[in-house]
T-cell receptor, first 113, second 112 residues
Framework: AQSVTQLDSQVPVFEEAPVELRCNYS??????LFWYVQYPNQGLQLLLK??????LVKGINGFEAEFNKSQTSFHLRKPSVHISDTAEYFC???????????FGAGTILRVKS | DTEVTQTPKHLVMGMTNKKSLKCEQH?????MYWYKQKAKKPPELMFV???????INESVPSRFSPECPNSSLLNLHLHALQPEDSALYLC???????????FGPGTRLLVL
């Protein structure tokens, strides 16, 4: 079965600084990878996804992620964060041809002014 | 458009009540999902409907009863819930099973 590890439970960062949220996965088969964002008291919004092709994936709100198969990682990056990026971010994986999305524990990004 | 709607936004119910949560999508998606999310935790899968048939039940207690009346609607019927069932209930849909899931805003349930 596949699993997801988000290495940081909280990441504090100053406004306009770059940020990286780390995600590692384990699976014995090919997988698809996703990052979702959850603002307080809201549902999950899809930020970006990797299905196949280019390993650098661009998403909404200036975020991007890079799929690294050898390191089984899918880290999320943003070159300059805003206060409005404060939220919880979930990495998720689903195996190819599967139908069960498995989430990491989440990383709370706190952007300080 | 990737909108999934859920009603109600908030629900308070007693342990003897019967209530239902509703989820709707008009994207022609053929898979729909129910998740439960406790505070400070990731969503946990409860049920998956594929082509209007229940395909996954993650050993959810029978006090939760899902229903898929048609390809656009997904209900979750609640009966005799416990206070520990208080959580955010999220619905999601995908074009087909295993494809990108789009989530609704959730129903925040409080069981007294």
């Amino acid at each position: 079965a596949q699993s997801v590890t988000q290495l940081d439970s909280q990441v504090p960062v100053f406004e306009e600084a770059p940020v990286e949220l780390r995600c590692n996965y384990s699976s014995s088969v090919s997988v698809y990878l996703f990052w979702y964002v959850q603002y307080p008291n809201q549902g999950l919004q899809l930020l970006l996804k990797y299905l196949s092709g280019s390993t650098l994936v661009k998403g909404i709100n200036g975020f991007e992620a890079e799929f690294n198969k050898s390191q089984t990682s899918f880290h999320l990056r943003k070159p300059s964060v805003h206060i409005s990026d404060t939220a919880e971010y979930f990495c998720a994986v689903i195996k190819e041809y599967g139908n069960k999305l498995v989430f990491g524990a989440g990383t709370i990004l706190r952007v300080k002014s | 458009d990737t909108e999934v709607t859920q009603t109600p936004k908030h629900l308070v119910m007693g342990m003897t009540n019967k209530k239902s949560l509703k989820c709707e999508q008009h994207m022609g998606h053929r898979a729909m999902y129910w998740y439960k999310q406790k505070a400070k935790k990731p969503p946990e899968l409860m049920f998956v409907y594929s082509y209007e048939k229940l395909s996954i039940n993650e050993s959810v207690p029978s006090r939760f009863s899902p229903e898929c009346p048609n390809s656009s609607l997904l209900n979750l019927h609640l009966h005799a819930l416990q206070p520990e069932d208080s959580a955010l209930y999220l619905c999601a849909s995908s074009q087909n099973p295993g494809e990108t899931q789009y989530f609704g805003p959730g129903t925040r349930l409080l069981v007294l």
